[in-house]
């Protein structure tokens, strides 16, 4: 196992960044590639552009014209046909995309995800390879091919460099920890976990959460430099955003049971229910996890080996606090599914309730 890990290692180091794809990981397919990472960047740019542009201050320092940031290392500034064709991109989305919704559009979604499938290609036209011709409406694919030169130059390396590293980080959870929790999350929601790997595109930027997803086909998105997407929690967003596509049995139960009490539906409850499911279900793991990564640490560490062999099984609670809690999600109007959840759903997680008690304990508290 791990000689074959250390080969795949060799030859993927060895190999150059053709291959937007990391793997062979169990669940999980994590994808970095050139065109998903430019519409977003695009997409972000033009998000902007738009809120600094229509206040009429003229106070605040930030400038409206959409600026690429130039990567360290990169060609430092752009040229004059460049930047024209990088502000007719950002034109462009901020035109036509700004004021749609990344996960709610289904015209964003569609394009989201013909863009992953085309990442192996470096066009969108078909000019020079047939199969290269993503079908998008003819201007788009004029501003995208515009616009791809000048991200490739200034941006693309940093932001694949970075995405490969957030990949490389969680790819070892994801080995070892990945099929166990997607039975266990499953088993859960009362359903079965996809047979296929679930898409995910790392992005150097995503939608305001950090990370989305796209059903029909299950597609993941997730900001590989967003802060909340680090360390520990990568491997807790990927589950919560799977979730996403696997949890239906559970909405569908909320809205059942709130019909026959004549409730209106919570609009939320699920999803603080996948957070809340996510978290106790990564706790343990993550807890494990962190001992093992510190008993790996102790040797190189700086002495005192003895005192933190003692130290570091000695909270029993673990050190891991899940996403929705440190990020407060509870504190802002989900304070009741807090109590909810601690009282109904988790005697269910720990086997002392049925699915369907759980569910209709929470909807007839609500
Ligand atoms: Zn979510």
Known sequence: MVVVALLFATALAAAPQIDSVYG??????????????????????????????????????KSAKPVLQVAP???????????????????????????????????????????????????????????????????????????????????????????????????????????????????????QWPNEKIRVDVSAVANAAGAYT?????????????????????????????????????????ARECRQRDKPIPRDLWHALIFYTTGEVIKPVMDTEGDAASDRMVPSGSGGSDASQGGKHSSEDGDYTPYAKREGLYQRGWENYLTLLTRYWQPYLEGRATFDDAIAHMVSAL
């Not at 957030?166 to 039975?183: D, F, M, T, Y």
């Not at 996403?244 to 139960?253: F, K, L």
């Open 214 to 254: 796209t059903l029909d086909p299950l597609r993941v998105t997730i900001a590989g430099t967003d802060a909340r997407n680090q360390g520990a929690a990568a491997l807790e967003v990927l589950f919560h955003e799977a979730s996403h596509g696997i949890a239906t049995p559970v909405e569908q139960a909320i």
């Open 73 to 191: 290392g990169a060609k430092p500034a752009l040229t004059g046909p460049e930047q024209r064709a990088w502000d007719d991109a950002v034109s462009y989305y901020a035109a036509n995309y700004a004021d749609k919704d990344l996960l709610f559009s289904t015209e964003l979604v569609l394009l989201k995800n013909q863009l992953g499938d085309f990442e192996t290609c470096d066009e969108l036209s078909g000019a020079k390879k047939r199969t290269c011709d993503a079908g998008l409406p003819g201007k788009l694919t004029q501003i995208l091919e515009g616009a791809a030169p000048v991200y490739r130059a200034h941006h693309w390396l940093a932001d694949d460099r970075a995405n490969r590293a957030w990949i490389k980080r969680v790819a070892p959870l994801v080995r070892e920890q990945g099929v166990g929790l997607s039975h266990r999350l499953a088993e859960i929601y009362q359903t």
């Open 24 to 61: 062979p990981l169990p669940v999980f397919e994590l994808h970095s590639g050139f065109w998903i990472n430019l519409h977003h960047r695009l997409y972000e740019a033009a998000r902007q552009q738009r809120s600094a542009a229509p206040a009429g201050s003229a106070k605040s320092g």
